[in-house]
């Protein structure tokens, strides 16, 4: 077993861009007056050269972005989801993915986990918003080591991507020795026949845990991570939804528009099973620790554990 | 300027603003009279100021120009046209199913293109980005960028005029066309948005305003924007509409398009224009 490495993703994206930077003069870096919270400021601290505090202007941000990448540049442009996603979206629809440039958009803070910020700073619709522009890819990945490789692939990838950041530190799963990231490509972490649970981010590990406990009392439940929302590994899901017959997703967004949407556009067409899905219910977070809200947002363990047991008693 | 330069550049304005009654004419939609208050602009700007190739239009070194107030682009196309990026006749496809000519700019499918644009704001953003490259590769190539005056309403102008001053970009030169129109009335009455020259001049730029008809003072803003080692601001007066008299100062022709009886009276005036110009 792996080393556990205890580290928020957006910290490991930090690091990598700014590892990535290294080799790759073309590598700029753009915030938002937030780089020691989206953690550009690792890379702004090796590199300072090619990186620009764009202040509190997240509009012209990802505009200037968009023109360096006309003259050859890789710009990474990052601030919180929220205010990447929602407030500059139509920069991003419009100077960015409609001429399908080369920008980097990375959303920090994202999701119920931003914690005591509140409802204002907990972004539960980027994945939403993002998957809805033609040609954007969506990345979310779930520990230190699968962002690193997301980081890079995203990188070396030809044309605009969103990549979500979480702020709470969480537990690597995943093995550096064996572990490849592959743009598009889920990953069976568990086999079984029953039921697929399909997670994403910080909702991967908690499915895991659950999961175990499960198969440790006998039940065959099949876990699949998805780190690309889109475009979504179709192949792989089609298989478990025919191979197991009922799928649940598990992610920290709002119920609409996210990965549990993008598993049932699949799904809907190709091969409809139930589909159970595990998110915010279409509400506003609010105040709190991470964890604490985690839990009352049922997106740790123990509640997943309960959802499967009831699909499972529906077989 | 000399005679004959000043005259070969009225006589390439006055046929682009026919290329932007006969593009909109055949769309049976579109945006002719801003087109027409920058016409004398683009025109200089391909003719006289920028260094481009339209042989090669992604020559890495090349100016770059941005149009921010994207929907003014029959003009700009006519004049793309004239220089030599693609022939005349994509015009009377302007706008339809399949075109090469987008209702607004597409740097994808339009040769001479340097950044898609239309919403409103997002332009001067892009070429501020493209001015800061210039700087990270050490090139001293230009960006030059068209807003609306009515564009200036929108506060991504102001983030980019802010990121401009900061960051000196005295590489760029954002123009400024102000024809004092937009669509619900005068820009007066709706948005406010003067004094433009104090307001870019507070957000550390060097400002001139000029008559944007005039070639002799759009070459000295030009010139002086060069010299500056700030970035630069030009705001130009303009006659919304110019070249034909009914559109003229007229904010009912911001985004409609000629009938068949009008496209002929239009035409008729400019190609008097033009015969006078030639004689």
Known sequence: MAEIITKATRVSFGEALSELADTNPNIIVLDADLAAATNTAIFKKAHPERFFDCGIAEANMVGVAAGLATAGKIPVAASFAMFATGRAFEQIRNSVAYPNLNVKIAGSHAGISTGEDGATHQCLEDIGIMRTIPGMVVLNPADHWEMKAATKAALEYQGPVYIRLGRLAVDSFNDPETYKFELGKGITLREGADITVIATGLCVLESLKAVDELRKEGKSVRLINIHTIKPIDRELVIKAAKETGRIITVEEHNVIGGLGDAVCEVTSSECPVPVRRIGVYDQFGYSGPAKELLDIFGLTAPNIKKVILEELDKK | ?279
């Open chain 2, 1 to 279: 300027m000399n005679q004959s330069d000043k005259r070969m550049l009225e006589i390439l304005a006055c046929k682009a603003r026919m290329g932007a009654i006969i593009g909109t004419f055949h769309a049976k939609s579109g945006h002719p009279g801003g087109s027409l208050s920058a016409a004398d602009m683009f025109t200089y700007l391909y003719f006289k100021e920028m260094n481009v190739d339209p042989s090669n239009p992604q020559w890495a070194d090349r100016d770059r120009f941005v149009l921010s107030k994207g929907h003014c682009c029959p003009s700009l196309y006519a004049v793309l046209a004239l220089k030599g990026y693609f022939d005349w006749k994509e015009l009377e496809s302007l706008r339809h199913v399949g075109a090469m000519l987008q209702g607004h700019p597409d740097m994808k499918g339009t040769p001479g293109i340097d950044m898609s644009s239309g919403s409103l704001g997002q332009g001067v953003s892009a070429a501020c980005g493209m001015a800061l490259a210039a700087k990270l590769d050490q090139k001293d190539y230009r960006v030059y960028t068209v807003l609306g005056d009515g564009e200036c309403e929108e506060g991504e102008v102001w983030e980019a005029a802010m990121f401009a001053g900061h960051h000196n970009l005295d590489n760029l030169t954002v123009i400024v066309d102000c024809n004092g129109l937009q669509i619900d009335g005068t820009t007066e009455e709706v948005g406010g948005v003067e004094p433009l020259d104090t307001k870019f001049e507070a957000f550390g730029l060097d400002t001139v305003i000029i008559d944007g008809h005039d070639f002799d003072q759009i070459e000295d803003a030009l010139n002086q924007a060069k010299k500056s080692d700030k970035p630069f601001a030009i705001i130009m007066k303009t006659v919304k509409g110019k070249g034909v008299s009914f559109m003229e100062n007229q904010v009912g022709w911001h985004g409609k398009a000629t009938n068949a009886e009008e496209f002929k009276i239009a035409m008729a005036e400019l190609e008097k224009q033009l015969a006078e110009l030639e004689a």
